[in-house]
């Protein structure tokens, strides 16, 4: 039954922390009525894989997809949810790319049907909720944050009875219910139009009836917006930045003199996601909404109340009639479209039309025009200065020539399907209407320049900054918000100051900066700064923690070079998300107080870091630390942390664990477990030892050899093989892989991961040895302590010649 809460549930599960700490790697995807098996597989791989790569997966075969996907799920354990499935053939066209390598992966399905899920399936059916579980959910949506008043205590839950135990039904109209005044006789009103023996529809037991009734309580200027969600295709995952500028540009969103149209049309977002018509998938990093989702009912809701007031026409082939006169138009096809729509009623159009400057002509009134996605198929964009009424335009490649006719354009999207860099026309420097340019791959503006008139400019994004010029065109856009650029000159720093109302900063430099320090400035209105390859020292980290209003940062690949990064105070006040990725530091020394308001913190790829400074558990905001593809000390680190706030009371932070390794968060617990076991194990051992012989710069050369082989709070010999007991995990290729096995260079991490012993013994290597409190753990992840190297092999075997030599020479070295 749709809307009983199947993918609610799922989603939960699939978000929970206990989950994400359990599983190495969780896709999602979803299949719908219309299944495309490339699509399906796309999801997936995009789940699974690098942003960077993200983009590449479309131009990538079919089977090439398949056996990227069957690669990454490789001997770890992953969890696969495949949504709202409505055939048979779904699972056995996907089973295949899936490894089943009994380490307790699991594959879930949503369907409304039984019969579309493997036949050894473990089933779970969601049942309808009873009448006082339905009143606690209407209840919860309306009073949030206080009960029930006595006075609408019986007809809210006479209400919640009527929606026949469906959550979507609930939710829908405890949405209605909020948003009206909380009198008895305005909710008597709304009981009366929901007459049970019409909830639902006897033929499609759906719910359309309530549904209909909360689009009717809709205020007039949000009901165009909230239709407009049945133009994008079934369970599509709606980017917010793409809605928002679309409703701006079809002329919904109601002009406010202190309020940018932006602003508007988040606000309008928010009443509708209030209304529970709307669900948000995925939150920016500072918590606003990235992306949204439409229940499969709604939008069908939509679809049938647009066809009736010829609001928009959606379809997914040719089958519409240049005669038609339909307001905006929508083809979701899987290939390049050949039907000519005609018409000057039309004021939107949606497709991949083959050879569309055909259609310019006949659509001269047209104010959104979408031509994406493309299909590999090349067609000109002639005669486009026709549509002078143009306001959003979104096309895979820079219009040549976008003359001076597209006056009214606000939105300009190229989304490049090849790497070579787009060029960006003089002609584009003089659209005064323009607020977001949007430029997928890198751009350059053309040699010939001139001086920019775009000053309702709001949005930039991707662009080379290689000179001055390029500087003084930017900062010719003074109410520029969001900037993404690429500075090509490694002894140039732009000079943004002049633009003061810039939040979002994105600056990613092709070489080192090898300029002077003081030239490094950023804007004091930034919010969000990301920065990659500009390679400064850590010492200029202040440069940063001082900006007054930073939220967000981001540091990637080798942003800041050094060794250590020793944070100061008063700096970083206001951070609330930082994120660490690729970056070359091996010590983080910090407190509490310098990242007061922290919530969240990512660390993604940096090898060299040896742990998690424990002093960011005791910031009382932070609520998750995630570690992607990192090292085990670092990850171990990060558990413990989380280990020692559950300890304290603190039930809020979540540490997730992502790693290309084979070992799960669940091995992490347990090895923190076994550290404090040694380590109050240790702590006795060590009272009644007798401390004469310590690690210290106080030993002879006799006491250190002695040290070295048993003679030490451990009672274990550092040299590999010799003694009763030495370590057994020794972190080295050719002792901890059997000499039968035959491997290549990327295959040895089963037995990296392995809980036996090397199969091999390393005889006279000297691993890497104890802590300065005398303890060392014996694991094969820890490398820090357990490899052997020749630095340290050398100068042993040297104070042991030295000690056995009768040479002066060798004797005056000790």
């Not at 323009?434 to 709001?458: C, G, I, P, V, W």
Request: with cysteine; net charge negative; hydrophobic share 35%.
């Amino acid at each position: 039954m749709p809307g009983v809460g199947k993918t609610t549930r799922a989603r939960m599960l699939y978000n929970h922390g206990s989950i994400e700490g359990y599983f190495d790697k969780r896709a999602w995807c979803v299949v719908s009525q219309t299944y495309q098996k490339r699509n399906v597989l796309i999801d997936i791989l995009a789940s699974l894989s690098s942003k960077e790569k993200k983009d590449n997966n479309l131009k990538i075969k079919d089977e090439e997809l398949a056996l990227d996907i069957h690669k990454i799920l490789k001997r770890r354990r992953y969890l696969i949810i495949i949504d709202d499935v409505w055939c048979t053939n779904v699972w056995d066209d996907l089973n295949r790319y899936f490894p089943d390598d009994l380490n307790g992966s699991r594959i879930m399905f949503t369907s409304r049907i039984r019969d579309t899920t493997p036949v050894d399936s473990i089933f779970h059916t969601v049942s309808l909720l009873g009448e006082e579980q339905s009143w606690s959910l209407l209840q919860g949506n309306v009073f949030p944050k206080e009960p029930c008043p006595p006075q609408l205590l019986g007809i809210g839950k006479r209400i919640a009875a009527k929606c026949g135990g469906l959550p979507l039904a609930v939710v829908v109209a405890a949405g209605i219910l909020a948003n009206l005044e909380k009198e008895e006789s305005i909710w008597e009103k709304v009981e009366k139009k929901l007459d049970s023996t019409y909830i639902f529809d006897d033929d499609t037991n759906n719910c359309s009836k309530i549904l209909e009734l909360s689009y009717k309580h809709l205020p007039n200027y949000l009901k165009p917006c909230f239709l407009y969600f049945g133009t994008f295709p079934e369970d599509k995952r709606i980017s917010v930045r793409k809605l928002t500028w679309l409703w701006i540009a079809e002329g919904f969103i109601q002009r406010e003199q202190y309020k940018s149209p932006e602003h508007l049309a988040e606000e309008y977002l928010l009443d509708l996601i209030n209304r529970s018509l709307l669900l948000i998938v995925e939150r920016r990093n500072d918590g606003g909404i990235k992306a949204c989702i439409i229940h499969d009912l709604l939008r069908e809701m939509c679809l049938r109340i647009a066809y009736k007031e010829n609001f928009f026409k959606s379809t997914q082939h040719d089958n519409f009639s240049m005669y038609e006169k339909h307001h905006r138009l929508c083809v979701h096809s899987t290939s390049p479209i050949y039907g000519r729509p005609f018409g000057l009623n039309c004021r939107s159009l949606f497709g991949h039309f083959s050879q569309p400057s055909f259609i310019f002509p006949q659509m001269k009134l047209l104010r959104v025009m979408d031509l994406l996605p493309v299909f590999d198929e090349f067609y000109e964009l002639e005669r486009i200065d026709l549509l002078v009424q143009l306001r959003y335009l979104a096309v895979d490649r820079m219009p040549k020539p976008l003359v001076d006719n597209l006056v009214n354009l606000e939105v300009l999207c190229v989304e490049s399907q090849d790497d070579e860099v787009i060029y960006i026309p003089s002609c584009i420097l003089r659209m005064v209407n323009l607020r977001h340019l949007r430029l997928k791959k890198e751009a350059e503006f053309e040699d010939y320049r001139e001086n920019s008139q775009m000053e309702n400019l709001r949005s930039f994004s991707f662009v080379h900054i290689d000179n001055k010029l390029d500087e003084e065109i930017l900062n010719c856009s003074p109410n520029l918000l969001k900037l993404k650029c690429k500075c090509t000159n490694a002894t140039l720093f732009p000079d943004l100051t002049s633009l003061t109302s810039l939040e979002s900063l994105k600056m990613v430099f092709k070489s080192v900066f090898i300029g002077e320090l003081t030239e490094v400035n950023f804007p004091s209105t930034i919010k969000e700064l990301t920065l990659s390859q500009i390679g400064l020292p850590w010492g200029a980290i202040s440069i940063l923690g001082t900006l007054p209003n930073l939220h967000v940062l981001k540091l990637e690949f080798n942003s800041f070079w050094g060794y250590e990064w020793e944070t100061s105070d008063g700096e970083f006040q206001e951070l609330r998300f930082l994120k660490l990725e690729r970056i070359d530091l091996v010590q983080w020394i910090t407190c509490s107080e310098h990242f007061p308001k922290l919530q969240f913190l990512v660390v993604n790829m940096c090898l060299n870091l040896k742990n998690i400074p424990k002093e960011l558990g005791d910031i009382s905001t932070l609520q998750k630390i995630e570690m992607i593809n990192c090292e085990y000390w670092p990850c171990i680190s990060a558990v413990q942390i989380e280990l020692e706030q559950r300890e304290n009371g603190n039930e809020e932070l979540q540490v997730i664990i992502t790693t290309f390794l084979s070992w799960s968060k669940e091995q992490l617990l347990l090895k923190c477990r076994e550290i404090e076991e040694e380590e109050e194990e240790h702590e006795n051992r060590h009272e009644e030892f007798n401390a004469s012989i310590t690690c210290s710069d106080n030993l002879s050369e006799e006491e250190m050899a002695d040290y070295v082989l048993g003679s030490n709070p451990m009672n274990m010999s550092y040299l590999v093989g010799y003694g009763s007991k030495y370590p057994q995990y020794v972190h080295h290729r050719g002792a901890s892989i059997p000499t039968y096995a035959n491997t290549g260079c990327t295959d040895g991490f089963k037995w990296l991961n392995s809980t036996n012993p090397n199969p091999n013994v390393a005889v006279g290597a000297l691993v890497g040895g104890p802590f300065l409190n005398d303890t060392y753990i014996d694991s094969r992840n820890n490398s820090m302590q357990g490899e052997p190297t020749t630095y340290s092999n050398a100068a042993f075997i040297g104070l042991l010649s030295g000690l056995i030599t009768t040479s002066s020479l060798v004797e005056s070295f000790i």
